[in-house]
């Protein structure tokens, strides 16, 4: 198994780009979830999907920040437009929605926003 | 609420000396995960506790869920620089399947 695949791995932009991070959950988990981590607010979880729905988006920042995920296979969290404050780590996991819900995940993108 | 805090912060140990980290919560909890993330690295899951009172091992690396299921801790006996990295204690949201991750103890190890 390749685990959950996030791309891409860095990302260097400048001030009021569009941010697009992508992510494949390991195949037959069927929830998602994206999470920000910083030295200062630590690990926060943003947003997360079951079976393709997002069931709680509470933690996204703000309307700068979404998300989508059209299939079971794919998910991207888009910042559109970015400013400095939003450089930090994404990660992506993936779990099975029951028991015993040990998440898995992605290598993380880590996002400059110059 | 439903967060956890952790302590320490940080720990640094010489290696050989025992390490010990605590996850604390003000509510009862379903269960509690831990996971470790390596410097520059991502969290990978270590363990779930769910009974109240449970201990569980791992080579050098005792788990213990309280008997009221609001604390737990991770103890890891004659650390060893390969131990160096954050602890994450986890819970489950009350009704949901997403998790709450504490603050995290980063140990460093002196060789």
């Known amino acids: 198994d390749a685990g959950v695949i996030q791309s891409p791995r860095h990302e260097v932009t400048e001030m009021g780009q569009e941010v697009t991070l992508r992510c494949k959950p390991i195949?037959?988990?069927?929830?998602l979830f994206w999470y920000r981590q910083t030295m200062m607010r630590g690990l926060e979880l943003l947003i997360y999907?079951?079976?393709?729905?997002?069931?709680?988006d509470s933690g996204m920042p703000e309307d700068r920040f979404s998300a989508k995920m059209p299939n079971a296979s794919f998910s991207t969290l888009k910042i559109q437009p970015s400013e400095p404050r939003d450089s930090a780590v994404y990660f992506c996991?993936?779990?099975?929605?029951?028991?015993?819900?040990?998440?898995?995940f992605g290598p993380g993108t880590r996002l400059t926003v110059t | 609420g439903q967060q956890v805090m952790q302590i320490p912060q940080y720990q640094h140990v010489q290696e050989g000396e025992d390490f010990t980290t605590y996850c604390n919560s003000s509510?009862?909890?379903?269960?509690i995960q831990w996971y470790k993330q390596r410097p520059g690295g991502h969290p990978v899951f270590l363990i779930q506790?769910?009974?109240?009172?449970e201990v569980k091992k791992q080579k050098r690396l005792t788990f213990q869920f309280g008997e009221a299921k609001k604390n737990s801790s991770l103890h890891i006996t004659a650390t060893q620089t390969t131990d160096v990295g954050t602890y994450f204690c986890?819970?489950?949201?009350?009704?949901?399947?997403?998790?709450?991750f504490g603050t995290g103890t980063r140990l460093t190890v002196i060789p």
């Open positions: 996991a993936s779990s099975f929605r029951g028991p015993p819900y040990e998440q898995y």
């Open positions: 195949s037959g988990h069927n929830s």
């Open positions: 999907f079951n079976n393709n729905v997002p069931i709680d």
């Open positions: 509510t009862t909890l379903s269960n």
């Open positions: 506790l769910v009974k109240s009172g």
């Open positions: 986890a819970r489950l949201q009350t009704g949901a399947n997403n998790l709450f």
